[in-house]
């Protein structure tokens, strides 16, 4: 905008114009301005060949680089389907992938980068969050069949961050070419045409068929969509990339576009809100397994990025449970988040995996939001918030659940009370997090922490996410302890590693992407 200007006064200055059509052609360009005709920063758009293709880590490699360079950069995605979700400072709910690239960005995480997130509370049905707000649960059809009455919500919160910022990247869903759902899109090539900006395809070599995946994609892509793509990313490779020289030239041909960047399966501890994570797949960062700590892994589990801290710890290992044996071996139990408390209990009940957390008495339990409510003696859904109906839970912690229709998402801090147990160790420990739920406990037993939460014996729960992130250190040193075993990993700084780990994956991506393109692409 100030180079448009400038460029008026040069004319001016040498009478090529007149000041009236000067302050004429700024009236039009202001006009423009609040229209939303002229977009104020400049986007670029990765789209997958697919879920978990790496979109959400290329983004976040790709604020990191921008912003290394010297430019002012935010994440944006229209739409996401997560049950990993963020609370931002001013109460607001959004998806846990843009808060994360927000950090990679340096910026502090806002609902204008995920205006609408879908949490599923059922197999065809989810909570719509509407700027960080609940809107109401709608069914996959009900919301396929409105999904363009919320198309000025989207384009509202784009235009707000992209005037604050020099470069949007913005991030697709899923696979550009899901035709059966691809009318009026507005997550993918529909949100590329709001935005005005050059798409960059990304396909999974590690997953196979990554050529039928690139040309696949463009192929099916309607003419004026492809001319979009300018570029594609083959992500995931293993190996010597010097056999793949001959694959880089048959995908350019067959695309029509260059490829970009060939990037390497990468060792990367960076948060991820999908459930194909490979995080639950038992994956362990760090070596030989002194202490397991084990995540029962429930069907509607969310924010499963609470126990990333522990990945940073020398001899921990993080792997979840899906059936009762999975049990076996833990030195610490932990009930995760749900999106749906009564029916994951009811699967707990049923698996048999309730019975072998519970015949595991000397194994510290820690639940977290909805696995606080799973633990407690009974959980009940008077008003259809979730699933309705009520049930009785683990019976593991004096208090008792009601779900309500009114949702809070509130930032946190506070300290632990004086407690005994297994837990005791916390006593007058600080923490922050911040809380979703809908529920409201009553608890009849003893208070965990200054902001509720219950403790009896070897278990306690409490409603905050990233509640480990402060004391995690204190919680594997009692581990080891409890083993007779000392922690000789150091002391970590949870900020200082996951600044470190964003380094890492720009760096890594920087040296296997052609950003000098990539920046041609964006001021094309």
């Known amino acids: 905008m100030k180079n448009i200007k400038n460029s008026f006064k040069i004319l001016i200055e040498n009478n090529i114009i007149l000041n009236y059509a000067f302050n004429y052609a700024l009236c039009i360009m202001n006009y423009a301005l609040k229209r939303g005709v002229i977009v104020l920063s400049k986007a670029l758009m990765i789209q997958g060949t697919m879920s978990n293709a790496g979109k959400s880590f290329l983004a976040a490699a790709l604020c990191r680089i921008f912003v290394q360079d010297g430019y002012s950069c935010a994440p944006f995605k229209s739409q996401n389907m997560a049950l990993n979700s963020y609370v931002t400072n001013d109460g607001l709910e959004m998806g846990r992938a843009q808060a994360v690239q927000a950090e990679a960005a340096g910026i502090e995480p806002s609902v204008l980068m995920n205006p609408i997130l879908l949490k599923p509370t059922t197999d065809t049905g989810s909570q719509i969050i509407l700027g960080g707000k609940p809107f109401g649960n709608m069914t996959a059809m009900e919301y396929f069949r409105r999904k363009t009455e919320f198309v000025p919500y989207i384009e509202n919160a784009y235009k707000k961050l992209s005037s604050m910022h020099d470069i949007i990247v913005i991030e697709g869903a899923g696979s550009p070419v899901e035709l059966n759902l691809k009318s009026d899109d507005i997550v993918n090539m529909g949100m590329a045409k709001i935005a005005q900006s050059p798409v960059i395809l990304v396909g999974d070599i590690d997953r196979g068929g990554v050529f039928a995946q690139l040309y696949g994609t463009v192929s099916l892509l309607e003419p004026e969509e492809r001319k979009l793509v300018k570029g594609i990313i083959v992500n995931r490779f293993r190996g010597d990339k010097s056999l793949f020289d001959d694959g880089v ?110 015949s595991r008495k000397d194994t510290p339990v820690f639940g977290i939001c909805g696995g606080y409510q799973i633990l407690g003696r009974k959980i009940s859904d008077p008003y259809n918030t979730e699933c309705g109906g009520s049930i009785d839970g683990m019976n593991l912690l004096d208090c008792e659940t009601v779900f309500s229709p009114e949702k809070k998402t509130v930032r946190t801090s506070g300290k632990f009370n004086d407690i005994s147990g297994f837990f005791g160790f916390l006593s007058g420990k600080s923490f922050s997090g911040y809380e979703i739920h809908m529920g409201r406990t009553e608890n009849r037993g003893d208070i965990l922490t200054d902001c509720g939460g219950s403790y009896k014996n070897n278990a306690a729960g409490c409603y905050i996410h990233g509640i480990f992130d402060e004391i995690a250190e204190d919680t594997v040193k009692n581990l080891f302890r409890k083993k007779g075993l000392e922690y000789m990993g150091g002391t970590a700084d949870r900020k200082k590693y996951k600044e470190n780990q964003f380094d890492i994956l720009a760096e890594n991506v920087r040296k296997n992407m052609d950003i000098d393109k990539i920046y041609e692409i964006i001021k094309g």
């Open 249 to 358: 030239k048959i995908l350019e041909n067959l695309c029509g576009v260059p490829v970009l960047g060939v990037i390497p399966y990468l060792q990367c501890d960076i948060e991820d809100e999908d459930s194909l994570s490979e995080k639950i797949k038992n994956h362990n960062l760090n070596g030989d397994v002194k202490i397991n700590i084990v995540v029962v892994k429930l069907p509607k589990m969310s924010n499963f990025t609470d126990f990333d801290v522990f990945l940073q710890y020398r001899g921990v290992g993080v792997r979840y449970a899906e059936k009762p044996e999975d049990i076996d071996g833990a030195d610490m139990i932990i009930i995760p988040g749900t999106k749906s408390t009564i029916s994951d209990m009811k699967y707990l009940r049923e698996s048999g995996l309730e019975a072998a957390v519970k």
